[in-house]
């Protein structure tokens, strides 16, 4: 979850000769729309409470905090990069740069995430062997343990799900990065929209999935299906890069030298003595 992202971004940086600028700003614009997207939905989900939301179905309730989440992440998400093309980087207006502030947004999630991962690992490392009677409390110590057991059981190939979904995720932000630049490519704010939608359509979809309690490898799979179609788009998109033009020298008239003989008489030895 880590190293794609850092892979990704060295591979990009080399093939477009671009500095390490626009992901750094790509990583900022997640970060930024995320101390905006966080606070709004912990704002927002109590109040579902209040509204007669636990009185519904259990499919009805999935379906709206799907279609909730989904929307949130795709307005702040997708509007904060609008931001970041606008104001930001006004020189990424190309299909590799849009893909480097692209690669940026999703690096920046795919790390902290890992981060997030490894420092569950430590703790769970950590855990191993000791007396978890002093640590837990009663109520909740074979729940602990349950949990504990679980982790350390699982296959060895469940534990790179989560490199597997983020390498998904990442080649989805990529598509909606492409996006959202068209905005400024194609001067039409409707493919702002269109990536609104399309990202409220990927997180909705993993939400609901999640809801319905379907497998891991199930869930992984659908969003392996929005991965193609990311690709598929990223593909459509693609422009050839603009060659920086040189800026043109003008030309001075240099006269052509020609020797001429010169008499060989004292007075002119004695000027060339120290020349």
């Known amino acids: 979850m880590i190293a794609i992202p850092i892979f990704l971004a060295i ?21 930024f729309s995320q101390i905006l997207h966080i606070p709004f939905n912990n704002l927002v989900s109590p109040i579902f409470k209040q509204t007669g939301f636990s009185t519904l179905p259990i499919i009805g309730q999935i379906i709206i905090t799907a279609a909730f989440l989904g929307i949130s992440a795709g307005v702040f998400e997708e509007l904060s990069r609008y931001a970041m093309y606008r104001w930001f980087a006004k020189d990424a207006r190309s299909w590799g740069r849009g893909l480097l502030a692209g690669a940026g947004h999703g690096g920046a999630e795919a790390i902290i995430l890992g981060a997030l991962a490894l420092y569950g690992y430590l703790q769970l490392v950590s855990l191993q062997g000791a007396n978890l009677e002093a640590l837990v409390p009663a109520g909740q110590l074979e729940a602990t343990r349950a949990q504990i057991t679980a982790y350390w059981s699982a296959p060895w190939y469940m534990t790179l799900l989560g490199a597997l979904e983020r390498l998904f995720a990442i080649t989805i932000q990529l598509a909606c990065s492409l996006l959202v630049l068209q905005a400024f490519t194609r001067r039409q704010f409707w493919w702002v929209g269109l990536a609104i939608f399309y990202h409220a359509l990927v997180d909705g979809v993993s939400v609901f999935t999640s809801g319905m309690r379907l497998s891991a490898m199930t869930i992984e799979g659908i969003v392996g299906v929005f991965a193609i179609v990311s690709v598929g788009i990223i593909i459509t998109l693609r422009k050839p890069e603009k060659i920086e033009e040189s800026i043109p020298v003008k030309s001075v008239y240099v006269p052509e030298f020609t020797s001429k003989p010169i008499d060989e008489t004292e007075d002119n030895l004695d000027k060339t003595r120290y020349q």
């Open 11 to 31: 591979y990009l940086i080399r093939k477009f000769n671009q500095s390490w600028r626009l992901l750094w700003i790509g990583a900022a614009t997640f970060i």
